[in-house]
């Protein structure tokens, strides 16, 4: 059974950082495509990013040029780094496996971290 384990969420001013951690266990990390959701009260579900096996990256249009995702297979983790924070990030942020190694198919799910944008 995969298990994924988010850490990092908190509460950052506007124009603050946060670095978002997801560490995998009981798949082949390595080999499946890694994302991240948010999803904030009263909104629909969010894809953020997503990284392929190979290292290719997708971002939502909302989070391009301020967040990034990366990871690293030798430790089984995907981070989010989080930069330029604004009020509207605040979400539930949630670790996904996709069922693939290159394309996008949600399978598994994080518990979430929760990340405050707020003065």
């Known amino acids: 059974q995969v298990q994924l384990v988010e850490s990092g969420g908190g509460l950052v001013q506007p124009g603050g950082s946060l670095r978002l951690s997801c560490a995998a266990s009981g798949s082949a990390f390595s080999g499946k495509a890694m994302g991240w959701y948010r999803q904030a009260p009263g909104k629909q579900q969010e894809l953020v990013t997503w990284?392929?096996?190979?290292?290719?990256?997708k971002y939502a249009d909302s989070v391009k040029g301020r967040f990034t995702i990366s990871r690293d297979n030798a430790k089984n983790t995907v981070i989010l780094q989080m930069n330029s924070l604004q009020p509207e990030d605040t979400a539930v942020y949630y670790c996904?496996?996709?069922?693939?190694?290159?394309?996008?198919?949600?399978?598994?799910w994080g518990q979430g971290t929760q990340v405050t944008v707020s003065s």
């Open positions: 996904v496996q996709s069922k693939f190694a290159v394309l996008w198919s949600p399978a598994y």
């Open positions: 990284i392929n096996r190979d290292g290719n990256t």
